[in-house]
């Protein structure tokens, strides 16, 4: 007995302790060099707009009549615009807004498509029919098309475009979402805590949401850089940030009037939207090819 529960003891510190998934994640991340460079640009991009009070050279709204149209030069890295308004300054203000715009509109979203999609998923029956007849409804229409004609009912302002593109993405998190759900409600620890006796809301709480994470994690990423696009889009026709918020959409619609004689008015905040988006969804592609057991190797 005494050999046995050593033997025993002995196994067990010889077992390897299990990881934690967040460092698992996080070390497969910092291991795939395009995702890496990713998140190291996008890290930069947030930490450039968060100091931009102390770091922007000049206040982006500051007008200098003698000085617009000017070209990139040591005193204006990006130059002016028409204006005379400093385009390095506005751009890092801008960022600002943007990432905003892009975190409240996927948190708007998200809120919006966990209850409709753990509601759909979980109890079923009419309760899903109702909300998914609704959601195909609402996705019949193109996400920026949905949003504008939000904007257009509520009217013109960054606030509103929040919104709009919040609710413009509410469909497609609650098809997620309700398929995840699916998924999960059929596992037998499911049909376990039921059988204990467990609310339906603590099995949502602690068994539901839990598992179906991992895409949620996904979705909430590649939509964040797609509500910027969106905010974007909808600032560069008029309907989102107004004049004189140094809004990243909004400077490429002034700039495109005097593109041929200044085109950096556009060019950089241009580049800056692109390249935001454009590590964003790198970004969320790994952790998809990572969290998605269908696609990710052991």
């Known amino acids: 007995m005494v050999k046995n529960a050593k033997s025993l003891h002995s ?3 010889q077992q ?13 991340v910092l291991r795939n060099r395009t995702s890496l460079v990713s998140l190291l640009i996008l890290l930069t991009v947030i930490l450039l707009a968060v100091l931009a009070p102390v770091i922007a050279p000049y206040d982006p709204l500051d007008i200098n009549t003698r000085n617009t149209l000017a070209p990139p030069s040591r005193a204006h890295w990006f130059g002016t615009d028409d204006l005379g308004r400093d385009v390095l300054s506005r751009v ?8 905003r715009v892009g975190l409240i509109s996927s948190s708007i979203a998200l809120c919006g498509g966990l209850v409709l999609g753990l509601a759909s998923g979980y109890f079923g029956g ?11 409804l609402l996705l019949a229409f193109p996400g920026l098309l949905l949003a504008l004609v939000i904007v257009g009912t509520l009217g013109a ?16 998190f609650t098809r997620v979402i309700h398929g995840a759900v699916l998924s999960v409600k059929s596992n037998d620890y499911i049909d376990a805590a039921r059988s204990l006796g467990s609310p339906d809301y603590r099995i949502i709480i602690f068994h539901v949401i839990p598992n179906v994470l991992a895409p949620i994690i996904v979705l909430f990423t590649l939509q ?23 809004e990243w959409g909004a400077m490429v619609s002034r700039g495109r009037h005097v593109l041929r004689e200044a085109m950096w008015m556009t060019a950089f905040p241009g580049t800056a939207i692109a390249v935001v988006i454009l590590s964003i969804n790198v970004l969320g592609d790994t952790l ?6 269908h696609v990710r190797s052991e």
């Open 11 to 13: 196994t067990a510190r």
């Open 16 to 28: 390897p302790k299990p990881r934690n998934q967040l460092l698992v994640v996080a070390g497969r």
């Open 92 to 99: 890092l203000w801008g960022g600002r807004i943007s990432l």
């Open 126 to 136: 009419t309760i899903s029919f109702m909300i998914l007849r609704a959601i195909d």
């Open 157 to 172: 302002g960054l606030d509103n475009i929040m919104i709009a593109v919040g609710i413009g993405s509410i469909p497609i």
């Open 224 to 246: 964040t850089g797609a509500a910027i696009f969106s905010a974007s889009s909808l600032s560069f026709i008029g309907l989102g940030a107004q004049p004189p918020s140094p």
């Open 288 to 293: 998809r090819d990572i969290l998605d057991p």
